[in-house]
């Protein structure tokens, strides 16, 4: 069966960290791109940060840019999203997807631009408290 199963999520205060985990099950990632996303109550989903497999492109949000990292552990079935000096603006729920390489892109990360990727986990909450 085909998964993306995505953990880590919880609450923390300003300024505090979190590690969001995305672990796919039933296929390999090598040939795709895996993006995080996320949502916030009452808006649209919009791209974080995301990761070309094949040659380690990464493209993320202006306003997460020196404070989240996305990376893939040496096994390769699981891309994290390290997330540093988190902001009460940075709830939302976060979302692990894959897609073709393609689709990370610059115009994947800019807000407003709805994500149209095929496979999709199921979301983990990030709350930040001010």
């Known amino acids: 069966q085909l998964q993306l199963v995505e ?8 300024g505090g960290s979190l590690t969001l985990s995305c672990t796919a099950s039933g296929f390999t990632l090598d040939y795709y791109a895996i993006g995080w996303f996320r949502q916030a109550p ?10 070309v497999i094949s040659d380690g492109t990464t493209y993320s949000a202006a306003s997460v840019k020196g404070r989240f990292t ?8 699981t ?5 540093r000096n988190l902001k009460p603006e940075d709830t939302a729920v976060y ?13 994947t990360v800019v807000p407003g631009i709805p994500p149209e990727w095929d496979f999709w986990g199921q979301g983990t909450q990030v709350t930040v408290s001010s």
């Open 7 to 14: 953990s880590g999520g919880g609450s923390v205060q300003s």
């Open 79 to 83: 891309v994290y999203l390290q997330m």
């Open 70 to 77: 996305i990376s893939r552990d040496s096994a390769g079935a």
């Open 95 to 107: 979302f692990c997807a894959v897609d073709n390489p393609f689709n990370c892109r610059p115009q």
């Open 42 to 51: 009452g808006k649209e989903r919009e791209g974080v940060s995301c990761l």
